[in-house]
T-cell receptor, first 112, second 114 residues
C-alpha cells in the first residue's frame, strides 16, 4: 500500500462549483498533513496545513481531516479558472518526520 | 516568493559537461532537500540535509552529488548526465525542530540534457 494515495483525476468542475480533492494515507501515526498547489511548469506552493481532526478553513479553501478513516480532503469553494492546477497531498514519511511523502497529485481544471 | 531561491532557472547541458545547481534559503530553516520531478511523475526525493545529517535516496545515481556547506546553502553537482535526467529539480527547506515539517519550495531549475 502506498503511503499516500490521491485520485489521479483529471478532475473538471465548472466555474463557481465546489471542487473536492481527496487523499488517503497509510501511517496511522501521522500528525501533520499538507496540501500543495502546483501550476504547470512551476514549483509546488504550500496552501494548507492541518494537524487536528475536523475542518480548517482559509478563504475559499477548507481542509478536512479524519484520522480514524485516514483521509484528508481539500475543498475549494467558488472555484475559479485560476484554481486550475495539480494539487499534491503530503504527509511526513514513515520513519522520518524530516521528510515528506507526496501523493502523485490530482489535476484540477476549472471550466469558465 | 517563498524565501527559497534557485539558480540557474534553466540549464541545458551536454552529457559530458559538469555543472552545479545552487539553492539558498532565507527562512532560517535547518533542513534542505533536493527533489526531482519528471514529466507526469510524482516528486522524487533525492537528498536531505537535516541538522548536519545527510540522508539520500539509494536509487539516485552517483552522477548527482550534493553539497551543503551550511544551513542556508545547498548545491547539486552534476556530471556525465543522461538524457533521462532531464527534469525539474526542486530545492526545499523546512524547520524540523518545531514539529510542523512544512516544506517550502524554490522555483526550480529546468534541466535539459542533450
Amino acid at each position: 500500500q502506498k503511503e499516500v494515495e490521491q485520485n489521479s483525476g483529471p478532475l473538471s468542475v465548472p466555474e463557481g462549483a465546489i471542487a473536492s480533492l481527496n487523499c488517503t494515507y497509510s501511517d496511522r501515526g501521522s500528525q501533520s498533513f499538507f496540501w500543495y498547489r502546483q501550476y504547470s511548469g512551476k514549483s509546488p506552493e504550500l496552501i494548507m496545513s492541518i494537524y487536528s481532526n475536523g475542518d480548517k478553513e482559509d478563504g475559499r479553501f477548507t481542509a478536512q481531516l479524519n484520522k480514524a478513516s485516514q483521509y484528508v480532503s481539500l475543498l475549494i469553494r467558488d472555484s475559479q479558472p485560476s484554481d486550475s492546477a495539480t494539487y499534491l497531498c503530503a504527509v511526513p514519511s514513515r520513519g522520518s518526520a524530516r521528510q515528506l511523502t507526496f501523493g502523485s497529485g490530482t489535476q484540477l481544471t476549472v471550466l469558465p | 516568493e517563498t524565501g527559497v531561491t534557485q539558480t540557474p532557472r534553466h540549464l541545458v547541458m551536454g552529457m559530458t559537461n559538469k555543472k552545479s545547481l545552487k539553492c539558498e534559503q532565507h527562512l532560517g530553516h535547518n533542513a534542505m532537500y533536493w527533489y526531482k520531478q519528471s514529466a507526469k511523475k510524482p516528486l522524487e526525493l533525492m537528498f536531505v540535509y537535516s541538522l548536519e545529517e545527510r540522508v539520500e535516496n539509494n536509487s539516485v545515481p552517483s552522477r548527482f552529488s550534493p553539497e551543503c556547506p551550511n544551513s542556508s546553502h545547498l548545491f547539486l553537482h552534476l556530471h556525465t548526465l543522461q538524457p533521462e535526467d532531464s527534469a525539474l529539480y526542486l530545492c526545499a527547506s523546512s524547520q524540523v525542530s518545531t514539529g510542523t515539517y512544512e516544506q517550502y519550495f524554490g522555483p526550480g531549475t529546468r534541466l535539459t540534457v542533450t
